[in-house]
Every structure is written in structure tokens, then in C-alpha cells.
């Protein structure tokens, strides 16, 4: 059997439906199959799994065989007949036609959680679309292992440190609730087209909250908030996010925290203390 992620089996698909990677979409189609496997193979995705932006189903069909099941989100309609195609084979597949950022992400998972026993995300992100991505898939804490395939400069976001250049709400968010791993290096020969960077395969194991998950999200969004302008400093992101300059200064003074200087300055302990400060009001 060829799999889709064979250079000669993609090769013969994008002719067969006069397909073209859509610069939009940021589509890069996976033709490496020891990649796609070994991804798939190490997602946990033993259970119920997500993928977002199937593409031509690369990644899709072998996460359809070690999962029970395959929720796929494609927001290229074009791309629907060849995914009917390419994944005729596989009847625990199922890929919906709609914005991944537009869905109901808790409801689902819930629904899948409670049939499949685990929910689990594994997916080849583009670039252009990655953090909002994460950042929506961080605010569902029944996910407990999220597989990403993204760009080296993505993943170099996680691991960085306060006062470097990659420390962003993203590495942020991501040391807050998740232990981090990088499963290995995909050369840019790995796709068609190839791009000029590499990319990395990075997991995030969640951690156990001992917070509520509203909490966990409001988080979230004072994490986000703080790093709103990276110029400016910590106190004027976050008055301008509570609205309240008095407030603000009091928080800061509490959390021992100096007004002048940036988020990208703060450590994530430093972060976790303020967020629990202003929710707590």
C-alpha cells in the first residue's frame, strides 16, 4: 500500500485534481511518510483525535490508523472531493468543512471525551494561523496532549526565556499549563513545496490544574493582555486592559512587581502570581 505522504502517491493526487499548495492557507503537503507515522504514532491519540487543516490527508490517514477515531477541520472547500478520495478507505474519519477557530471547542471535546474515553490533537499547523490555534486549544483543558507540527521558529517560542527575543504569551502559556517536548527536526525536503525553514514536532503534555478552568482562561487572557504591546511596559498593558489606573498600580505593588518594566522581562512564576492577583480582584 502508498500511503498519501509518499512523494510519488502526492505527486500523483495534486495532478489528478489540478491542485497547487494556496499560499492563503499556508499549505505545505507532508511527503515523508517515516515523518507522518512517527508523529502520528506518538500523538496519544489512542482515543479520539483533532487534527486542523487536513490538507490532502497525509497525516489524517496515518492518524486514522492508531486512532479510534478522527475529527479533521478544513477550511478549503476545494479540497473536500480529494479528501472523500483519499480517505475513502477509512471509516472512522470524518472531516468537517468549517474554521476551526470558529468552533465550539469545549463542547466537542466533551462529547468526544465522554464516547472515545481521550481526546488528543495532533496537526501540521501553517505558520500564519499557529498561535491563535494554540492559543484556542490551550483554553480546553480536557485536551491532555496536543502533537503540533510548526515552523522551527515556533517551536524555539516555548522553550525561550525571559528577555529573549522568541519570549512571547505563547511561551507563556505554554510553560504555564504544559510540560514541553520536542519529538524531532523536519527538514523543509519533508514537503512539497518545500519551504525554506525548517519545522519542528513539538508535544505538550498538560499539567494538572489546581485551578478552575474559567480561571485557567482568564489567565489567559491577562497573559495576553500583558504582552499586547511589547514595547510598553507591564503597567501600561495591563491598565489598559483593566481600565482602573489605581487598581493596576495596586495589583503591581502586591505581585512586587516594578511598573517599568515589560512582560518580556517577567518570569513565568512572576506572570502566574500577578494573573492570580488581578482575578482575585
Known sequence: MRYISTPSRTKEILEQFGLKAKKGYGQNFLVDPVIVEKCAMLAHCEGAVIEVGPGIGS????LARYATYVRAYEIDEGLLPVLQETLKDYKNVDVILQDFLAVDLDTEVKQLKNKY???AVCANLPYYITTPVLFKIFECPEIEYITVMVQKEV???FAAKPKENAY???SVEGQYSYDIKKLFTVPGRSFNPSPSVDSVIIQLKRKQEEIEPE???KHYEIIRALFKQRRKTVYNNLREYTKDKDFTERVLAKAG???GRRAQELSVEEIKRLCGIVYEG
Open 59 to 62: 497525516l489524517t490517514e496515518q
Open 117 to 119: 474515553g481521550s481526546v
Open 155 to 157: 517551536g524555539d517560542r
Open 168 to 170: 512571547s504569551a505563547l
Open 215 to 217: 480561571e485557567i482562561k
Open 257 to 259: 512587581i516594578d511598573q
